[in-house]
């Protein structure tokens, strides 16, 4: 198999990841859009590319896999369909923001000869690939502890911004929860150390009173999501944050020492032990740059987020291509989508603890396979079934609501 026939649905994400989809060795064959002007764009880079505005359509077109870059509440009922074909799917956010939309997918993709994969690229950041290589060789014994914040605030007072990522009153940006968008944070630590989720509680962080342009239906800025883990430890992550300052860092600690990438350091790493137990060849504390490897620096320039877009693609393609099961499947993206899940369900039941069910056990899923509750509207313009924010009785001023919708028909 020479190139991987690759379909994307969704061209708002999906064309600014053509080109490293095409470096990772990749064939762009059909695309699936209703927005002429991003198909415009896209046939710039990919100008034989089949079209279409109808996605029973589209997954008939001969491909091997298909890349869904669709709203981030959505992809569960499309990834099934495909997976149904028996196209690889490589999906571009969380798997499933309902648990029985998780249960759907497991269950689909065990029944198919195509895998699912999360196209989670954070965990291929050069500091987080350093991290785990250092975990993985053992000097830092074994994990106890680990964090991962994804802090990512936006200005409520740039309206140009606002309607750009939240370009109708039901989008989903609005209307999500702040422990849902979670795999940047801690998809990296389970990617380094190997652990899984087991149980969850979470707390929220209170903002926004004061932000009069601001659309969500949330004040809250973060939820603040602790996990026990299969093995014991303790892992604190953030989902999207909007707090402090903007920036991405995660720090593993283990019995024997400690690693992290430096805030505001341009992807340092901080690698430290305690006086008594320091590696041969290294010192107490040791502060470095990673670097990718020289033969793919060329093609990691042309990726986005670092380097790292070009590395899921990469890692796609080989799995298609070596016939192996991806690290980030169905199982692994699930965990995290139920954690996210349940977090917002402790925030909204006073910081209770929940059990994060595992897809591989029947038993699990049965107890899921009809848990539909979303903080999101339905296709058809079904109510929420869940409150957006921690104060279920919140809602945007109308000072708010008539910023937004001026900025929008503006």
């Not at 064959?29 to 079209?51: G, L, T, W, Y």
């Not at 087991?198 to 809250?220: C, F, I, K, Q």
């Not at 033969?295 to 670092?306: F, S, V």
Request: glycine share 6%; aromatic share 10%.
């Amino acid at each position: 198999m020479d190139k991987i026939r690759l379909g994307v649905f969704g061209l708002g994400r999906g064309r600014s990841l053509f080109s490293s989809m095409l470096a990772a060795g990749a064939e762009i064959v059909a695309v699936c859009e209703k927005d002429e002007s991003r198909i415009e764009e896209a046939q710039k880079i990919a100008p034989d590319i089949a079209v279409y505005r109808n996605f029973d359509e589209f997954i008939e077109h001969p491909m091997d896999a298909v890349m869904l870059c669709n709203y981030f509440n959505e992809h569960a009922e499309y990834a099934v369909r495909c997976l149904e074909k028996n196209l690889h799917v490589l999906s571009e956010t969380t798997s499933n923001t309902t648990m029985a939309d998780g249960v759907k997918l497991v269950r689909a993709a065990e029944k198919s000869k195509a895998f699912y994969m999360l196209a989670e690229n954070y965990p291929f950041m050069v500091f987080n690939q350093e991290m785990r290589r250092v975990y993985r060789e053992g000097s830092l014994g074994h994990v106890l502890f680990a964090e991962g914040e994804y802090n990512h605030p936006l200005n409520p007072n740039n309206m140009k911004e606002v309607v750009h990522l939240r370009p109708t009153p039901d989008h989903w940006r609005n209307n999500i929860p702040r422990s849902y968008y979670i795999t940047h944070s801690l998809a990296p630590l389970m990617y380094i150390t190997g652990q899984r989720p087991v149980r969850v509680s979470a707390m929220p962080v209170y903002g926004y009173e004061e932000d009069v342009t601001n659309p969500l239906n949330t004040h809250d800025r973060a939820a603040i999501i602790t996990t026990v883990n299969d093995d014991k430890s303790v892992f604190r992550v953030t989902g999207c944050a909007a707090f402090g300052a903007h920036e991405n860092s995660y720090r593993i600690c283990g019995e024997l020492g400690q690693i992290e990438n430096v805030r505001g350091s341009g992807n340092m790493v901080m690698l430290n032990y305690n006086k008594w137990n320091i590696p041969e060849g290294l010192e107490e504390h040791n502060f470095y740059k990673p670097e990718f490897p020289e033969e793919d620096k060329p093609l990691i320039e042309k990726a986005g987020h670092g380097g790292s877009d070009f590395y899921v693609f990469r890692e796609f393609v080989s799995c298609i291509k070596e016939n192996r099961r991806p690290e980030f499947d169905e199982y692994f993206s699930t965990t995290m989508a139920s954690v996210a899940i349940l977090a917002h369900r402790s925030i909204l039941d006073g910081n209770r603890a929940f059990d994060v069910p595992d897809f591989r056990k029947e038993e699990d899923r049965i107890k899921y396979e009809n848990d539909t509750l979303t903080p999101f509207r339905g296709k058809n313009g079904e109510e929420p079934t869940l409150p957006v924010c921690s104060d279920p009785e919140y809602s945007p001023s109308e000072k708010k609501l008539e910023a937004y919708e001026n900025a929008l028909n503006s």
